[in-house]
Structures are given as structure tokens and as C-alpha cells.
């Protein structure tokens, strides 16, 4: 369908070497402007219905939708703040990894501190990426399992970062990751 209406764009400017007048130059440039336009909503909806099937997309927009998902049966809305050019510095790798201890930590949060708020900051620079996930909920210690923690770490080791967790029992967890986007 797009390659018809590029076609058809095609055609319509080959009209203007038939005509010296100013006025149906204009509608020949307005009509093949309309087109290109056309294409470019047709390929975004494309693109954008893509992203809903696992592709790829807009780092901002999957986020997003990982924090929807992970909340769907929280009872609130965890704040989400997006700082910086995420979705312009971040690599199609690293947002793979970002996504998955994004929701990772979005899920420990839920299931084993009882918060009653969680907030979550992903921040891009030139230089990094950090996502920070924060709770008001219970803190822990030693926790009885660390399989999801270690995977966390790992993930930001194996890119050049670091991970941290500051989690006094009784006063909430802070999760800082973060990694280089060169």
C-alpha cells in the first residue's frame, strides 16, 4: 500500500512538466506533500503496531508499559519519572538489559516489601543511564533468595556498571543501576 502511494506521488509530480502554471504547480507540491505526509503517519502506525507484538520501539514507551504490566494488580500506580534522551543514547542492547531490571526490581518491590509507594526514575546523559526504583515498604537484610539481586548485578557488570541497594529494615529499599550508553 505505502509503495502505491509513493507510486501515485510519482505520478502526480510527472504533471508538472505538462503545465507552466504557477497555481497547479502548487496543488501538484501540495497534493504530493499530502502523500509524504500520508506515508510517513502510515509507517509510524506500522512501526508502533510492531512495538505491541515485542519489537522494538521508543525505550520511553516500553518502559512504560513494563511498569503497567508489572503494577497491573498492585492497587496503585507507581510514579514514574523519564529523564533525559532515553530513547536517542540508549542502545537496543542496553535497553534489553534496562527493561529487564526495571522489571525485576519493579517485581521484588511488589512481592516482598508491602510498599505503599514505589518510585521509579530512569535518567539518560551522554554518558550513562541510571534507573533507580525506591519503595517505603519493610527493607530486609538478608534476604532468602538472591537469584533475581545477582541477575541484576550481573546484568550491570557485564555492561561496564554498577548496581547498588540500600535497604534498612523498616525504611524501604533504594535500587540504583546503572551503565554506560557509549
Same mark, same amino acid.
Given at each position: 500500500?505505502?509503495?502505491?502511494? @509513493?507510486?501515485?506521488?510519482?505520478?502526480?509530480?510527472?504533471?508538472?512538466?505538462? !503545465?507552466?502554471?504557477?497555481?497547479? /504547480?502548487?496543488?501538484?507540491?501540495?497534493? &504530493?506533500?499530502?502523500?509524504?505526509?500520508?506515508?510517513?503517519?502510515?509507517?509510524? !502506525?506500522?512501526?508502533?503496531?510492531?512495538? =505491541?507484538?515485542? =519489537?522494538?520501539?521508543?525505550? &520511553?514507551?516500553?518502559?512504560?508499559?513494563?511498569?503497567?504490566?508489572?503494577?497491573?494488580?498492585?492497587? @496503585?500506580?507507581?510514579?514514574?519519572?523519564?529523564?533525559?534522551?532515553?530513547?536517542?543514547?540508549?542502545?537496543?542492547?542496553?535497553?534489553? /538489559?534496562?527493561?529487564?531490571?526495571?522489571?525485576? %526490581?519493579?517485581?521484588?518491590?511488589?512481592? /516482598?516489601?508491602?510498599?505503599?509507594?514505589?518510585?521509579? #526514575?530512569?535518567?539518560?546523559?551522554?554518558?550513562?543511564?541510571?534507573?533507580?526504583? !525506591?519503595?517505603?515498604?519493610? %527493607?530486609?537484610?538478608?534476604?532468602?533468595?538472591? #537469584? =533475581?539481586?545477582?541477575?541484576?548485578?550481573?546484568?550491570?557488570?557485564?555492561?561496564? %556498571?554498577? @548496581?547498588?541497594?540500600?535497604?534498612?529494615? =523498616? /525504611? %524501604? &529499599?533504594?535500587?540504583?543501576?546503572?551503565?554506560? &550508553?557509549?
Amino acid at each position: 500500500m505505502i509503495q502505491r502511494l @509513493f507510486a501515485a506521488g510519482l505520478s502526480i509530480q510527472s504533471l508538472r512538466r505538462y !503545465t507552466d502554471n504557477a497555481v497547479a /504547480h502548487e496543488r501538484i507540491a501540495a497534493a &504530493t506533500s499530502e502523500l509524504d505526509a500520508t506515508i510517513r503517519e502510515l509507517r509510524a !502506525t506500522i512501526y508502533s503496531l510492531q512495538d =505491541g507484538e515485542g =519489537g522494538a520501539g521508543l525505550l &520511553t514507551d516500553r518502559a512504560l508499559r513494563a511498569v503497567q504490566a508489572g503494577a497491573r494488580d498492585l492497587g @496503585f500506580t507507581p510514579t514514574v519519572q523519564l529523564i533525559g534522551p532515553l530513547d536517542d543514547n540508549v542502545s537496543e542492547e542496553l535497553a534489553l /538489559h534496562l527493561l529487564r531490571v526495571l522489571s525485576e %526490581g519493579l517485581s521484588n518491590a511488589i512481592r /516482598h516489601s508491602g510498599a505503599k509507594n514505589i518510585s521509579i #526514575s530512569l535518567t539518560a546523559s551522554q554518558d550513562n543511564v541510571e534507573l533507580l526504583i !525506591t519503595d517505603d515498604g519493610c %527493607g530486609f537484610q538478608n534476604p532468602e533468595r538472591i #537469584s =533475581g539481586l545477582a541477575n541484576m548485578e550481573q546484568r550491570a557488570a557485564s555492561l561496564g %556498571g554498577t @548496581f547498588n541497594i540500600d535497604s534498612p529494615p =523498616g /525504611h %524501604g &529499599t533504594r535500587l540504583c543501576w546503572t551503565a554506560p &550508553t557509549t
